[in-house]
């Protein structure tokens, strides 16, 4: 992925392009408002860290002017200039984010990272033994294979894994993964169990996936 520093600092830009550059980032680094600006309108960068104090056009100015042609780009200020009101001008002009001088580079790069996620959604990953879920991707794993699911059976171990230890109740599961409330017959969850299992390569007495007779199904580890 390839990030954009617009800073006149050659300093901070040093240690910037170094820093992200071993966090496998490409770096590219402009020190003016202008050149920063031209650059962004036409390489495609994952995301520009933009300085607020800049030489021949401020870092609101670019960041006003990339959002008025229509930029979605993420955008994080490095300011000094730490007055709420600064802030709000800068949000309000459509930057993602700021973080101010002197700043942790563990703090911005966790910052980035929240930024580069997809559509910002926080990851969420559960394991069972070799089994990885991941509800990000809506994939699943066993190994590092690949396993592919339906909907509902996605749906089930999930929420058996989001309850891992504990024991789902027949009900319980039939409320929350089927979304029925009324009279139902949860003889549909066996089927899907029993789906679930082939796919994921477990045996009915295998200590992953349990059946607690009677009452329902537990992940367990
Ligand atoms: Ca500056």
Redesign the pocket.
């Known amino acids: 992925m390839r990030l954009l520093i617009i800073?006149?600092?050659p300093g901070i830009a040093r240690f910037l392009k170094q820093g992200l550059e071993e966090e496998a980032y490409e770096v590219d680094v402009v020190a003016s408002g202008p050149e920063g600006l031209a650059q962004a309108q036409t390489q495609p960068y994952a995301l520009l860290l933009v300085?607020?104090?800049?030489p021949g056009l401020t870092g609101l100015e670019v960041c006003r002017q990339l959002r008025a042609s229509g930029s979605t780009t993420p955008l994080i200020f490095l300011t000094a200039r730490d007055t709420v009101a600064d802030t709000v001008a800068g949000l309000q002009a459509g930057a993602n984010d700021y973080i101010k001088k002197p700043f942790h580079f563990d703090e911005l790069l966790e910052r980035i990272r929240v930024q580069l996620r997809p559509a910002g959604r926080p990851l969420e990953r559960f394991t069972l033994g070799p089994i990885v879920l991941d509800v990000s991707t809506h994939q699943v794993s066993k190994h590092g294979q690949e396993i592919s699911l339906t909907q509902k059976e996605f749906a089930l171990l999930e929420y058996l894994l989001r309850h891992k230890g504990k024991v789902c109740r027949r009900r319980q599961l039939i409320e929350n993964v089927w979304d029925i409330h009324f009279e139902y017959n949860t003889g549909v969850i066996d089927v899907y169990m029993n789906a679930l299992r082939k796919k994921l390569g477990l045996s009915k007495d295998d200590d992953y996936l349990q059946t607690i007779r009677g009452v329902g199904y537990a992940a367990r580890d």
Request: net charge negative; proline share 0%.
């Open positions: 800073e006149d600092e300085d607020w104090m800049l």
